[in-house]
């Protein structure tokens, strides 16, 4: 099964990116580590 969450997630990662904003996206890296512990199976 994959997780939604972490879909949203890096879809978030992806717009914040082009936003260009460090601390944003160092935040949306450790969710997605975080939510990488969660969903095993992605």
């Known amino acids: 099964m994959v997780c939604i969450r972490w879909i ?3 879809k978030l990662k992806f717009s914040l990116k082009l936003d260009k904003n460090t ?3 160092q935040k949306t890296r ?3 580590l975080f939510l ?3 969903c ?3």
């Open 30 to 32: 450790a969710r997605k």
């Open 8 to 10: 949203i997630s890096r």
């Open 40 to 42: 095993t199976t992605i």
């Open 36 to 38: 990488a512990y969660h």
């Open 23 to 25: 601390v944003y996206i």
